[in-house]
């Protein structure tokens, strides 16, 4: 009932983001017809104007928006005017999925055994080195990374291509280059997980049973250990499923991230409100999927 | 036997611990170092004579284009044959400024809603925290562009700029803080949020209440203190985030002006160096290392703090 | 309870994450296509592939290869030479032209192009409905303004007729010494009456899409790549040298030239994309090939702003400015540096020269405008578009010598102010900045392109700048038909402009280059960079 409840409350929260988003891209300043070639009279701008309806007031584009939107049309792009929002998502949509569906699994991958060495071997030295190493991960921009992995994989040692996104070799390196980051952050709370599940009452009530310490971590520290991360993996995935802006540009992969942040640079109405939605819907459903799992792995929380 | 008698309250408790935290301590003295010197160059700078001066100047143009490190300029020059070295520090300002204030501004908007939000409760606190899942579900980016280009273009039209550009830009510069701060307050809400509702039901806020003090007296003198420790080690937890924002939003052309410089501007410009032929190694690993070393210095400290403050870890 | 104490053991889980990888990578390939015969990069996604509504270049070089108009340029010159006209006669007057269409012409799908499809394509172009931008090249056309701007609502008072099946007239208001490059620009191709008719604006959407030109289109992914291939049924379909062209919008200048020294791609053809910092060592390639382009850079001065409304400042300002530094030391792609607006090499013209640099000169006039030694100059802002993403950045780099420049030698401060594209675009249409950059991209080799531009009531003057007497000198040039009168009468206005008044100053001729590895031909140094697509072949196949 719960999560029926949840998802009811999920369509107001949608419309009122639509709405946010309506108001914040008319709100700046610059439109999406204006072009360094100026329209020959100023009849041919109105026209266009009174085309997509941008001559009507704010209110009544919205409304008008939301009747659209009730069909299942998003609008055309004002940019690519012969593109439609939903075309721009069909296509892109899958692609960035790849990506991010990847980029997850190798932070996972990668983080969450870092993140349980860590916790096991506290105070060690695998812990210096594999915090050292995953805070090292948060902390150097994507932007940078990119360009450096392609350098070596791909331009010194030839073992990857360069960019584009065409067969299975081409899906390696971006999602390594977009997880690194998130596999330092599930590193790090995981470990944090960890270390405070080991002194939870659980864990010590476990260990009074006189369970080995090995079963012990394995079997039930990881099951309160996890619970961040899964808390963490909600919002995480939303992030990477919209695809990242700098990877799909330096690698130059077919994605919606790239959309994300020009349509709000060419001030593409309806593509910036289509993909804010689509972002909120990415981002409830998996704060479903976040507390759902929640249910399923801690036995003390549960939802009226 | 005099250990157990002597009072030690929560903060010198945390304060000891941390001062074994090997790592939080070289970080800590890693920061005030640069601290040192990002304050000491430009001081450097006046009272030194004017060749030295001219040449380490971060915005005089010089036609020693790209050159590498050497002993004029200790890490090399670019495009417009501008000292590197200088810039790098200089830039180090404008990120560090961005980091603290835009944390700033996300704590008090942040303590303040998260506060008011678990000690009000009911429906005080749902319409908060609903203004905060919505808030969350919307795509930063498009928050950060809309908000810079509109506040932009009021900072030029409003009159009391008009005559002093010297004005405008410095209220740019500090509208970009201030946008960074305002998307990044959500998290620290719901912390706040959290510790205030547990804290709310405490034995000592009960009675405080029953003693009849006012619900703002309580906050300020009882709930802010108590919460003190968990939003310090956020701060510096978020004051990375937020320089690498700011590097992201450089990277896409929308950070601080040209020409001043911020880590973020030199990284981007010197990332664009990379190529398969020639590649300006100076450009990136200078203005990267020091950033990179500044955000691990960062992130060892609010590690640091956080564990010397939580009582349960061992 | 029994999912949970069957809690996952660690690797197991590892494993399971494992395979969502792999199942992930086998689902995200695609089929994998055989790869095109040439793969081309583009400075960006296109727009659209309307003709009558594009604007840009990157959308330009994609439509050449899909419709055709009654004209074509020739890929080595860059003149016009027939198209789907085979011939056309000039009225002595000048105003009359005549074309005779080939009577083999058939779309892509089918069905024949007639002389009553080139009449559709004019007027439509012409339509408001249509909100062509370009509409305005066509305003030679009698009535073509009018009907454009709605005072005339019936078509068939434009002065474009079809005569019978193959003949078209087309009456202008006065003789145009450039109106057959005009016929070649896209916005005046032949375009597909039934399909727009059927699909309104949807119709590039139609598949299979009928062309009039060499290429069809196979598919167009957004952000990924055009494909064309080779449309059998076009007039010269025998001499299409390649079956299957690529074309990919990239973004980034590094992104691009790596795969292109990785030989995925096999041209670049737009300076934008090929990455600044390495133009010094490219330049000296084999596979680089740089030529003189229909583009001037410049610096735009609001002269509706004090102090900018004395010219006298202005040509302080153009005078202290060291092209020769900006050319050498930051663009270095082997630009040309002038001092006049029309880009040397145009046709039938040659520039007068403009004031070049000298700084002694330019202290002297700025003392006499009332700021000796630059007291008491205000400061002020110079505006350019920043980069995006790693895009280009030269506009900031130069705005950056700029302002050294006129520190050291005028004891001017200026300040520097990266904007939005679009915040950009509407700040100086609205006038509302002290100075910044501009530049133009000439659209037919005649000195019209540039001249015209800084006419009063020009939309693309981005200057405020206005001036009678400079006005009537285009104008009557642009009523001549002897060619030595006009140049004397363009240079007379051009030299008003960058002598006297200086709205603008000039700064450099683009250099564009094109870069393509040895095995590639069919691609040709003219001065508009424009290349036909079918021309172009790679010689010794793989």
Redesign the interface.
Same mark, same amino acid.
């Given at each position: 009932m719960y999560f029926v409840n949840r998802l009811i409350f999920a369509i107001p929260?949608l419309l009122?983001?639509s709405a946010?988003?309506f108001a914040?891209?008319h709100?700046?300043?610059?439109?999406p017809f204006?072009?360094? @070639?100026?329209?020959? =009279?100023p009849?041919?701008e109105r026209?266009?104007r009174a085309?997509y309806h941008l001559d009507e007031p704010v209110w009544k584009q919205y409304l008008r928006y939301l009747g659209d939107l009730a069909h299942g049309d998003f609008g055309?792009s004002l940019?690519? @005017?012969? $593109?439609t929002v939903n075309?721009?998502i069909a $296509?892109?949509l899958?692609?960035s999925l790849?990506l991010g569906?990847?980029a997850f699994? +190798?932070a996972?991958?990668v983080g969450?055994?870092v993140g &349980?060495i860590t916790a096991a071997r506290r105070g060690r030295w695998e812990d210096?080195a594999g915090s050292f190493f995953a805070?090292?991960l948060?902390?150097?921009?994507? &932007?940078?990374v990119a360009?450096?992995l392609?350098?070596i994989f =791909?331009?010194k040692l030839q073992w990857l291509?360069?960019?584009?996104?065409?067969?299975?070799c081409h899906?390696i390196l971006p999602p390594i280059a977009l997880g690194l980051f998130f596999a330092g952050k599930i590193a790090r709370i995981f470990r944090e997980g960890m270390?405070?599940a080991a002194?939870s009452e659980f864990v010590t009530a476990a260990r009074a049973k006189g369970l080995a310490e090995h079963t012990l971590l394995? @079997?039930?520290a990881? @099951?309160i250990g996890i619970l961040p991360v899964v808390s963490y993996a909600g919002?995480m995935l939303a992030d990477l499923l919209?695809g990242s +802006?700098?990877i799909e540009?330096? &690698?130059?992969i077919?994605?919606i991230g790239? &959309?994300?942040?020009n349509s =709000?640079?060419?001030?593409d109405y309806t593509v910036?409100v289509g993909? =804010?939605l689509l972002?909120?819907m990415l981002?409830?459903g998996m704060n479903l999927m976040v507390d759902f799992a929640y249910t399923?792995?801690d036995?003390r929380v549960k939802y009226e | 036997m005099s250990e157990i008698n002597r009072h030690i309250s929560p903060a010198q408790h945390a304060w000891r611990r941390f001062k074994k935290n090997r790592s939080a301590i070289f970080s800590a003295w890693f920061l005030i170092f640069l601290l040192a010197a990002i304050i000491a160059w430009p001081v450097v700078l006046k009272i030194s004579g004017t060749h030295f001066a001219q040449l380490h100047d971060p915005d005089e143009v010089s036609d020693a284009q790209f050159s590498p490190p050497d002993a004029q300029h200790w890490f090399g020059t670019d495009l417009h044959g501008r000292d590197v070295f200088s810039r790098v520090l200089f830039g180090a300002q404008i990120s560090l400024l961005v980091g603290v204030v835009g944390t700033l501004v996300s704590l008090i908007i942040g303590v303040l809603w998260g506060a008011i939000a678990g000690y009000a409760g009911g429906r005080v606190d749902s319409i908060l925290m609903r203004i905060v899942d919505i808030l969350y579900s919307l795509p930063t980016i498009i928050f950060v562009i809309v908000l810079i280009a509109t506040l932009g273009e009021i900072i030029k039209q409003s009159h009391f700029v008009q005559g002093s550009p010297a004005l405008e830009k410095s209220l740019r510069v500090t509208l970009l803080f201030v946008g960074l701060g305002a998307v990044s307050w959500l998290t620290m809400a719901r912390i706040v949020r959290g510790q205030v509702l547990s804290l709310r039901t405490r034995a000592f806020v009960e009675a405080s209440r029953a003693l009849g003090a006012k619900p703002h007296w309580i906050l300020l003198r009882h709930i802010i203190p108590n919460i003190f420790g968990i939003v310090i080690t956020y701060l510096a937890l978020t004051m990375p985030a937020i320089i690498l924002y700011e590097s992201f939003l450089s990277f896409l052309g929308l950070g601080v002006q040209p020409p001043m410089a911020s880590w973020g501007t030199l990284i981007s410009d010197g990332v664009s160096n990379i190529n398969p032929i020639r590649i300006y190694w100076w450009l990136i690993i200078f203005p990267g290392g020091i950033l990179v070393s500044t955000l691990l210095a960062l992130n060892f400290l609010g590690d640091g703090l956080r564990d010397a403050w939580d009582v349960k870890s061992k | 309870m029994a999912i949970s104490e069957r809690a996952p053991e660690f690797f197991s889980r590892a494993r399971f994450v494992f395979c969502i990888a792999i199942c992930l990578l086998i689902s995200g390939c695609a089929p994998h296509e055989p790869r095109a015969d040439i793969t081309i990069v583009n400075n960006g996604e296109p727009e659209t592939l309307d003709p009558a509504l594009l604007t840009g270049i990157p959308e330009m070089r994609i439509v050449i290869g899909l419709f055709e108009g009654l004209a074509r340029l020739d890929p080595k010159t860059a003149q016009p030479i027939p198209g789907l006209a085979q011939s056309w006669e000039i009225s002595p007057d000048g105003k009359i032209y005549t074309f005779h269409l080939r009577t083999n012409l058939v779309w892509s799908t089918g069905g024949p192009i007639t002389a009553d499809d080139v009449v559709y394509s004019w007027i439509r172009t012409l339509n408001p409905a249509t909100a062509s931008d370009y509409a305005g090249q066509l305003y030679y056309v009698k009535n073509a303004e009018d009907f454009n701007a709605g005072k005339i609502k019936d078509p068939s008072l434009v002065g474009v007729r079809a005569l019978d099946k193959f003949t078209v007239r087309i009456e202008l208001n006065g003789p145009t010494l450039f109106f057959i490059d005009i016929c070649a620009m896209p916005l005046a191709d032949i375009v597909p009456r039934q399909t727009i008719e059927k699909f309104g604006d949807r119709w590039l959407m139609a598949r299979p899409l009928p062309v009039s030109g060499p290429y069809e289109l196979a598919y167009w992914k957004l952000n990924d790549k055009v494909r064309l291939k080779k449309n059998p049924r076009y007039w010269d379909a025998t001499n299409t040298q390649s079956g299957v062209i690529d074309i990919l919008p990239m973004g980034s200048p590094s992104t691009s030239f790596d795969l292109y020294e990785q030989g995925a791609v096999d041209i670049i053809w737009d300076r934008e994309v090929v990455p600044a910092e390495l133009l010094d060592v490219l330049m000296k390639r084999p596979d680089f090939h740089p030529f003189d382009y229909l583009a001037t850079y410049w610096v735009s001065i609001n002269v509706t702003r004090k102090p900018f409304d004395d010219p006298r400042v202005r040509k302080a300002l153009a005078l202290a400015v060291d092209r020769e530094r900006i050319v050498k030391k930051i663009t270095r792609g082997g630009e040309r540096p002038i001092s006049h607006l029309v880009p040397d090499g145009t046709a039938n013209y040659t520039s007068p020269d403009g004031l070049d640099y000298n700084p002694v000169l330019a202290r002297k006039i700025l003392a006499e405008a009332g700021y000796p030694g630059g007291k008491g100059f205000p400061r002020f802002e110079y505006i350019f578009n920043g980069s995006s993403g790693g895009g280009v950045k030269i506009h900031e780099d130069i705005a950056v010598e700029l302002q050294q420049m006129w520190r050291d030698t005028l004891g001017i401060q200026m300040d520097l102010r990266a904007v939005e594209w679009k915040v950009w675009l509407s700040s100086t249409a609205h006038l509302d900045y002290d100075i910044g950059r501009g530049d133009w991209i000439g659209d037919y080799d005649d000195a019209n392109t540039f001249l015209a531009l800084f006419q009063g009531n020009d939309g693309n003057n981005r200057t405020g700048w206005k001036n009678s007497k400079y006005d009537s000198l285009i104008n009557e040039g642009n009523a001549q038909t002897d060619l030595k009168k006009r140049e004397e009468l363009f240079q007379q206005a051009e030299s008003m402009l960058v002598r006297d008044e200086l709205p603008i100053i000039p700064l450099y001729i683009y250099a564009g280059a094109d870069c393509y590895h040895t095995n590639i031909s069919g691609i040709y140094k003219n001065i508009l960079d424009d290349h036909p697509l079918n021309y172009i072949r790679r010689v010794n196949s793989k």
């Open positions: 929260l009122l983001i946010l988003a914040l891209v709100l700046a300043p610059g439109g204006d072009r360094e @070639r100026s329209p020959a =009279s009849e041919i026209n266009i085309k055309v940019k690519y @005017r012969n $593109q075309d721009i $296509q892109g899958p692609v790849t569906g990847l699994c +190798f996972m991958a969450l055994p &349980f210096l805070i090292l948060v902390c150097i921009p994507a &932007f940078v360009p450096v392609i350098l =791909s331009i291509p360069v960019a584009l996104w065409e067969t299975p899906m270390l405070g002194q394995l @079997r039930h990881v @099951r919002p919209t +802006f700098v540009s330096i &690698f130059q077919p994605g790239v &959309f994300l942040v =709000s640079l060419n001030r910036v993909l =804010s972002y909120a981002l409830i399923m792995l036995p | - | -």
